[in-house]
């Protein structure tokens, strides 16, 4: 009985062990920076990692439209069902994942590619590309919320 009982216990640390693990992945969504000058376009790459198998996701697009303008973003079907509008000068502009399917989608990678344009009279210095989104806009495919860190 005291073998059952050490070797229940042991698997309870075990299992708590793998689960605070796990934990310690936080699933973020990142944009990356780069550098540029007035007049030029550059793509900015929109990645996931430690994707928990997210099928719905809606983030909010801010960005320094004193310095740049958005001019298009590419859904790199990551998420599948990704629905975006086409008026570029709104800003927040939505971005909307929302699959029908019930495929764990837990790849990472880029979810989208953001094209900006620096202004002719952007002043130099950093011009800001945030993401923000509500903590009840990310679901997985058990319709549970995903915690996620937003890196800008």
Same mark, same amino acid.
């Given at each position: 009985?005291?073998?059952?009982?050490?070797?229940?216990?042991?698997?309870?640390?075990?299992?708590?062990?793998?689960?605070?693990?796990?934990?310690?992945?936080?699933?973020?969504?990142?944009?990356?920076?780069?550098?540029?000058?007035?007049?030029?376009?550059?793509?900015?790459?929109?990645?996931?990692?430690?994707?928990?198998?997210?099928?719905?996701?809606?983030?909010?697009?801010?960005?320094?439209?004193?310095?740049?303008?958005?001019?298009?973003?590419?859904?790199?079907?990551?998420?599948?069902?990704?629905?975006?509008?086409?008026?570029?000068?709104?800003?927040?502009?939505?971005? *909307?994942? =929302?699959?029908?399917?019930? @495929?764990? &989608?837990? +790849?990472?990678?880029?979810?989208?590619?953001?094209?900006?344009? $620096? *202004?002719? =009279?952007?002043?130099?210095? @950093?011009? &800001?590309? +945030?993401?923000?989104?509500?903590?009840?806009?990310?679901?997985? $495919?058990?319709?549970?919320?995903?915690?996620?860190?937003?890196?800008?």
């Amino acid at each position: 009985m005291r073998k059952y009982i050490a070797r229940l216990l042991l698997s309870l640390v075990l299992l708590s062990i793998n689960i605070s693990g796990y934990a310690d992945k936080a699933c973020t969504v990142e944009i990356d920076a780069k550098q540029a000058v007035q007049g030029e376009c550059i793509e900015l790459l929109m990645n996931i990692n430690n994707n928990p198998g997210i099928i719905a996701a809606m983030f909010n697009l801010k960005y320094d439209n004193s310095r740049i303008k958005l001019m298009s973003v590419t859904d790199k079907g990551l998420l599948q069902g990704g629905t975006f509008g086409n008026d570029y000068n709104s800003v927040p502009y939505t971005m *909307l994942w =929302n699959s029908a399917s019930h @495929k764990n &989608f837990k +790849d990472d990678g880029v979810l989208a590619v953001l094209k900006f344009r $620096v *202004l002719d =009279n952007a002043e130099p210095g @950093k011009a &800001f590309v +945030d993401l923000d989104y509500n903590k009840d806009d990310i679901y997985n $495919v058990d319709l549970e919320n995903v915690p996620t860190d937003v890196k800008n």
